[in-house]
T-cell receptor, first 116, second 113 residues
Framework: KAGVTQTPRYLIKTRGQQVTLSCSPISGHRSVSWYQQTPGQGLQFLFEYFSETQRNKGNFPGRFSGRQFSNSRSEMNVSTLELGDSALYLC???????????????FGPGTRLLVL | KNQVEQSPQSLIILEGKNCTLQCNYTVSPFSNLRWYKQDTGRGPVSLTIMTFSENTKSNGRYTATLDADTKQSSLHITASQLSDSASYICVVSAGSSGDKLSFGTGTRFAVRP
């Protein structure tokens, strides 16, 4: 099976712009979660989608949004970019929910976003 | 204050040596604890998942332990190899359905020949 894929892998934007990142989960996986990773903060949970519905949400401002399509592919959007949004954005998929006890999350390689 | 604290922040050891990474948490109610390995430029890969009733779990040369009473976990790496060089992240799930995740900031681990 192909792993989790994320596009694009690298992205450079300027402040005030918006960006859309894409994630294709492993075939058959219905849960997709998004994370922001920075050197100082480590991994931070953004949100989780399951069957096209947002099931969990982290503590990020409304500029960060996402959606999931019927084929389980997911997109994440960040509007009005700020310098502090520069980070590695990781997507992870699993068969069921994020934290279902024995369900392993499989991470994609991430999209590295640089905001200038 | 982060609810998941990892130590040390970074560690360098010689190839073939053993080492132990620590994870202390205050998250409650506990659901499960996971250790991930993240190679530079890649996404994290799950090493172990432990629930409340499990106090040890192994994955090859990696052995994780959990003490739910003291809220501590450790990841022991035996006979380290150069390919073990990575960041190791501890993640604790809480809540009745385990859907609240708390992440440690990771231990950067380097193995030298």
């Amino acid at each position: 099976k192909a792993g989790v894929t994320q596009t694009p892998r690298y992205l450079i934007k300027t402040r005030g712009q918006q960006v859309t990142l894409s994630c294709s989960p492993i075939s058959g996986h219905r849960s997709v979660s998004w994370y922001q990773q920075t050197p100082g903060q480590g991994l931070q949970f953004l949100f989780e989608y399951f069957s096209e519905t947002q099931r969990n949400k982290g503590n990020f401002p409304g500029r960060f949004s996402g959606r999931q399509f019927s084929n389980s592919r997911s997109e994440m959007n960040v509007s009005t970019l700020e310098l502090g949004d520069s980070a590695l954005y990781l997507c992870a998929s699993s068969l069921e929910g994020t934290a279902r006890v024995t369900k392993t999350q499989y991470f994609g390689p991430g999209t590295r976003l640089l905001v200038l | 204050k982060n609810q998941v604290e990892q130590s040390p922040q970074s560690l360098i050891i010689l190839e073939g040596k053993n080492c132990t990474l620590q994870c202390n948490y205050t998250v409650s109610p506990f659901s499960n604890l996971r250790w991930y390995k993240q190679d530079t430029g890649r996404g994290p890969v799950s090493l172990t998942i432990m629930t409340f009733s499990e106090n040890t779990k192994s994955n090859g040369r990696y052995t994780a332990t959990l003490d739910a009473d003291t809220k501590q976990s450790s990841l022991h790496i035996t006979a380290s190899q150069l390919s073990d060089s990575a960041s190791y992240i501890c993640v604790v799930s809480a809540g009745s359905s385990g859907d609240k995740l708390s992440f440690g900031t990771g231990t950067r681990f380097a193995v030298r020949p």
